[in-house]
């Protein structure tokens, strides 16, 4: 009874660290479907009447969602990716690799951590204009080619890889990229994965350099194309197009974390134990 009983109150205690976590989601999901009529209702209803998906046809209508949809993932999975190249190689580097200057070199590149994005907004405008890139995808991919975030963690990792599997490997012929790929990168797949997930998520939200560098809406990720569905939000009569834009914006960070969630969740416990 004791052990039901402590199951049970572990089970309340989740309920209750998730209802909250999960209610901004549940709201978007009823508001979208949700009339005009019926988000004026006062007090608000828990679920919608009469359910409408004439929201969501009615987003593509407002603005060119579709075409911000496929920038976006066109702009995060090539920054996701070039992040976990770079990363990787660069993580090995600080790793594994000797040379003069290596610490003072890798802390300037954690030191960037901790500069504010809009410190650097500026500089990164003039940097790319100069070089001919404004309004080009190019141009906002040009600043998310690499991340610091994306060094530490995988020079972390890399550095419990012990060194005799590397020297095995180097009396066997192998080169160092084919031993970064073949020997080290199979045993970092969940800080991979979850850096994959958080390169994703931030450069699929990023919301300011896209604005400050991109002119043409036609180039717009999804997060720019939502900030124009906003101005509908100010007549009730839309709010359900703006919860339903949101809601669509959201499903591929949704699915990526999803899919990972095992690798991830066993990242965050082997982080936590060292042996």
Not at 106 to 135: I, Q, R
Not at 186 to 201: D, E, Q
Not at 214 to 219: F, V, Y
Not at 239 to 248: C, E, K, R, S
């Amino acid at each position: 009874m004791r052990r039901a009983a402590a199951r049970a109150a572990g089970t309340a205690a989740i309920a209750l660290v998730m209802v909250p976590a999960l209610f901004p989601l549940y709201w978007m999901v009823i508001s979208s479907l949700k009339g005009p009529q019926e988000l004026q209702t006062i007090p608000p209803t828990w679920w919608p009447r009469s359910p409408s998906l004439s929201a969501f046809t009615e987003v593509f209508d407002a603005v060119p969602f579709g075409a911000a949809f496929v920038n976006s993932l066109l702009l995060a999975g090539l920054a996701t990716a070039s992040v976990l190249v770079t990363s990787v190689l660069a993580g090995y580097v600080f790793a594994k690799c000797r040379f003069r200057g290596r610490e003072a070199l890798f802390w300037g590149v954690v030191a960037t951590m901790f500069l504010p994005p809009v410190v650097t907004l500026v500089p990164l405008y003039w940097m790319v204009s100069s070089l001919g890139l404004a309004d080009t995808y190019l141009g906002v991919l040009l600043p998310w080619l690499a991340n610091p975030f994306g060094v530490f963690l995988m020079r972390q990792f890399v550095a419990d890889v012990p060194d005799e599997l590397l020297d095995a490997a180097r009396i066997d012929g192998a080169g160092e990229l084919r031993i970064v790929w073949r020997v080290v990168t199979p045993l970092l797949k969940p800080a991979v994965v979850s850096l994959a997930i958080f390169s994703f998520v931030f450069y699929w939200n990023s919301f300011i350099w896209p604005l400050s560098i991109l002119q043409d809406d036609a180039k717009f990720p999804v997060v720019l194309a939502l900030s124009q569905l906003l101005s509908y939000s100010t007549s009730v009569q839309y709010q359900n197009v703006v919860m339903a834009g949101a809601l669509i914006a959201s499903l591929p960070t949704i699915a990526v974390f999803l899919v990972a969630q095992r690798v991830f969740v066993a990242s965050l416990s082997r982080t936590g134990v060292k042996g």
